[in-house]
């Protein structure tokens, strides 16, 4: 019973952090590297961005600042320009990805709510990289299948990051994957969906990740059988598998 009861403690201990959602088994570990290699690096206008979303009543839908970091350096190591962003929220890893690319870059980037990316707004202006966002208010499929009709639009976006209604992320990814150029990167976040991708079917889970749990089962299987893509799923934050488009 005692050691149910420490399980059962260090589990209620969990995702304390905003956006802590990363699958180590120790908060404590988690904790080491936030604070040893995260927070001191992190730009002061994401931690700005941060400590707002943290007072959201939604906030655990931001991106984790692990996560936000990975993100940034990616970004760097392949000399993003041109890139996209579905799902938005507060634009924490919006402007991870607006650090990193260089001045003429640009980032177009859709969500469904735009209040929540203005509770951000002022802190993106602030750190003075707005100018390199587009910002699209409403459903992305009907945006991206007007991209695809363009011919001139395949193949031109160097890095996407989709982080959105995970009922949509195969519908997402047929049209992405035309959209990327050869050697590109699209990362699709929350691909271990709290761990429940490898729960049993009667397990506890909160109704909605049972409900989008599927969805992201399918993706995971889509994703590892497409020869259009090489693969690799990471445990940062929620699971991100990064896709490098081949042909």
Request: negative net charge.
């Amino acid at each position: 019973m005692a050691a149910n009861g420490e399980e059962q403690q260090t589990q209620a201990g969990r995702h304390q952090e905003v956006g802590h959602k990363s699958l180590l088994q120790s908060d404590a570990l988690y904790q080491y590297i936030l604070e040893t290699s995260v927070y001191p690096r992190e730009p002061e206008s994401m931690k700005e961005l941060r400590e707002v979303t943290a007072k959201h009543p939604w906030n655990i839908m931001t991106t984790s600042a692990d996560e936000g970091q990975f993100l940034n350096m990616l970004l760097k190591l392949i000399n993003a320009k041109n890139t996209m962003e579905i799902g938005v929220y507060t634009g924490y890893s919006l402007l991870a990805t607006a650090l990193a690319i260089p001045d003429d870059g640009k980032i177009l980037a859709m969500d469904i709510n735009k209040e929540n990316y203005e509770l951000g707004l002022p802190i993106i202006e602030k750190a003075g990289v707005a100018h390199k966002i587009d910002f699209r208010e409403g459903p992305a499929l009907p945006v991206l299948d007007l991209l695809v009709e363009d011919k001139k639009n395949h193949g031109s976006f160097d890095f996407i990051f989709v982080d959105a209604d995970k009922d949509n992320y195969i519908n997402y990814h047929k049209r992405l994957i035309d959209l990327v150029k050869v050697g590109g990167l699209i990362g699709y976040d929350n691909t271990l969906w709290n761990g429940s991708v490898v729960a049993p079917p009667d397990a506890p889970l909160r109704k909605y990740v049972r409900y989008y749990r599927d969805f992201v089962l399918e993706l995971n299987r889509a994703l590892a059988a497409d020869p259009r893509v090489e693969i690799c799923m990471l445990p940062v934050g929620d699971g991100i598998t990064l896709c490098r488009r081949i042909k």
